[in-house]
Each structure stands twice: as structure tokens, then as C-alpha cells.
């Protein structure tokens, strides 16, 4: 037996469950960094026009598997889809790894699930674009609406991958302990919201950036160019909400893992409005929009851990203080 078998037999067996834990959070967290990459590509995607490359058909390409003689769109819309299926088998083996590794009612088992049908429907909004020709060209209300619903779904993606691997690492291993007991749930979910409808107008007017890029001036009218002032305008006023909750949180006699994911929020939401700013005012070249597009995408997922990690810890104490008045009561008789 060698020593690296025989150290862990020694091990017991609550050492080789955090381990096992702890491994699965790593390879959750693969998993949403894999899944950037895959969203960066869409965007891409969508940013050279390449929706139809592969004609209108799905999941094939141009009517086959593998494409034939293919021109540059179609190479760009074929390697989306396929980082995309790989991102499924990865999902897969996200799920298969909750239920091994986690008992019933285990909150990563949720987490898990829901990280696996949002990205069942992000696949099929991909397909409806495709199918219902919603690409290239098209600056219908109806792909607007498509693509803000495309975002909303990414942001739920994301969120759920995200709170898959936090979960996973053991609390007392993670310092999360915050106490913000004076925080309004109302204010959280505000700023879900917003971040959340911010990120939905951001889709749209990028798609105008695409669309519009060279006619802007000709075409002052349309949603999605103004969508290009009305973006940035939200986007600030959602700023006094955001940046209000990180100083609350830094302020108050919170943990470490809260005042952490406070002050990462707010330092990305200040370089997400940096980087807006650079992206309006050079007209909106696809690599500044590639990059602005994950910084929306880190806002997001750190405002979710920030909110969870809140609300459970006040949950926390909730139950904490009425078990310890039953105590009490109960001492007293």
C-alpha cells in the first residue's frame, strides 16, 4: 500500500468528506469559469454577426454535423455550440456530484438542480433565436425582448452555478459569518432587481451597438439606440443602491466573508462603470464590450453570494435567538 493510500485510510470519516467537499467546490467553480468563457463567446458571437452561421438550423449546423467548407460565421456559431454542449456535460457532472456528495435536502443538491435547468433553457433560447431567425440583421422588437430574456436567464445561470460552489465549502472553512440584522430584505432584492433589469437594458443596447453601429446618426429613433443613454443613466442611478449596501455591510459587525464580497462588489460595479464609460465613448469596439460584458457578469454573481451570505446569516440569528429564549424560558420554570 503506498503511503499516499495509507494516510488517507487513516483519515476519518468526516476529514474525507470535507475533502471530498472541498473538491467538489473546486470543480464547481471550473465549471462557472468555464461557463464565462462560453457566455464571452455568445457575445462574440453576437457582436460579429455571426448568429447564422449555421444557417437556420439546430442543434445541427447547416444541416449537418460537422460543417462543410464553412466561412468564418459559421466557425464562430459551430465553436459556440459546441463549448456550449460541452458546458452541459460539465452541468451533468455537476448534478451527479450534489447527489454523490451530498446528503437530501443539502442546499448544493438545490442549487445544483436549478444550475442544470437554467442552462436547459439557455440552450433553448439559443435555439429559438435561431430558429425564429432572430439573428444577424434582425432589429425586431421581438429578438429585444428575446435577448433581454437571454440575459435574465445567463444571470440565473450564473447565479446558480455560483451559489453551487459556495455552498459546497463548509461554512466554518469559508469565514462567512455577517451580521447585518438593520439590512431591509426589501434593499437586497432591490438590488437584485436592478442589477438584474441593468443587465437586461445592457443586452439590448449592445445588440444596437452591433446593429446600428455605422447608421446610429441615421437612426436616432430606434430602442436600441437610445437604449445606449438610457443603459449608462440606470446604471448610475442604480449606483447610490449598490454602493450604499457594500459601505453598510464594510460598517457593520460583520464577518470577514461578508465585508469581503462587500468590498469586491463594490470595486467591480465602480470598474463596471469605468469601463461603460470607456465603451460609449470609443463606440463600443467588441473587445471593450467582450470585457464589460464579464465585469456584468462578476457584479452579478458577487451580488448574489453578498445576498445569500446576508440572509442566511440573519436567518441564522433569528433561530439562534429564539432557541436561546426557549432556553432561558425554560431554565426560568
Known amino acids: 500500500m503506498s503511503r499516499a493510500a495509507a494516510g488517507v485510510q487513516a483519515l476519518s470519516a468526516e476529514q474525507r ?9 473546486r470543480y464547481a467553480w471550473v465549471v462557472l469559469a468555464y461557463t464565462l468563457l462560453v457566455i464571452a463567446w455568445g457575445a462574440f458571437v453576437r457582436a460579429t454577426g ?23 460565421a459559421t466557425w464562430i456559431e459551430y465553436a459556440h455550440r459546441t463549448t456550449s454542449g460541452i458546458a452541459l456535460v460539465l452541468v451533468g457532472g455537476l448534478l451527479v456530484g450534489a447527489w454523490r456528495r451530498f446528503p437530501a435536502g443539502h442546499r448544493v443538491r438545490a442549487a445544483a438542480v436549478l444550475s442544470a435547468f437554467f442552462l436547459t433553457t439557455e440552450a433553448l433560447v ?15 422588437a421581438a429578438r429585444a425582448a428575446w435577448m433581454a430574456g437571454h440575459l435574465a436567464n445567463t444571470f440565473f445561470l450564473l447565479g446558480a452555478l455560483a451559489l453551487t460552489a459556495w455552498w459546497a465549502v463548509p461554512a466554518e472553512e469559508g469565514g462567512r459569518s455577517s451580521s447585518l440584522a438593520e439590512t431591509s430584505r426589501r434593499w437586497l432584492a432591490a438590488a437584485l432587481g436592478a442589477v438584474l433589469v441593468l443587465g437586461m437594458t445592457g443586452a439590448v443596447a449592445a445588440l444596437g451597438d452591433t446593429l446600428f453601429r455605422a447608421s446610429a446618426p441615421e437612426a436616432p429613433r430606434h430602442v436600441f439606440v437610445r437604449l445606449r443613454v438610457w443603459h449608462p443613466l440606470l446604471a448610475l442611478l442604480a449606483a447610490p443602491l449598490i454602493l450604499g449596501l457594500c459601505a453598510r455591510a464594510r460598517a457593520a459587525p460583520s464577518g470577514d466573508g461578508a465585508r469581503k464580497l462587500a468590498t469586491g462588489l463594490g470595486a467591480v460595479y465602480l470598474a463596471q462603470l469605468g469601463i461603460g464609460a470607456v465603451n460609449v465613448w470609443f463606440r463600443a469596439p467588441i473587445a471593450i464590450q467582450l470585457v464589460h460584458l464579464l465585469f456584468s457578469d462578476a457584479v452579478w454573481i458577487l451580488l448574489v453570494l453578498f445576498v445569500a451570505t446576508v440572509w442566511a446569516e440573519e436567518t441564522g440569528d433569528r433561530t439562534r435567538a429564539s432557541q436561546l429564549s426557549c432556553a432561558t424560558t425554560a431554565t426560568e420554570t
Do not use: I
Open 126 to 140: 439559443g435555439a429559438g433565436l435561431v430558429l425564429f431567425e432572430l439573428v444577424g440583421a434582425n432589429a425586431s
Open 17 to 25: 468528506s470535507r475533502l471530498a467537499e472541498r473538491g467538489y467546490a
Open 50 to 72: 455571426s448568429g447564422a452561421g449555421c444557417g437556420r438550423h439546430w442543434p445541427l449546423c447547416n444541416g449537418v454535423v460537422v460543417p462543410r467548407s464553412p466561412s468564418t
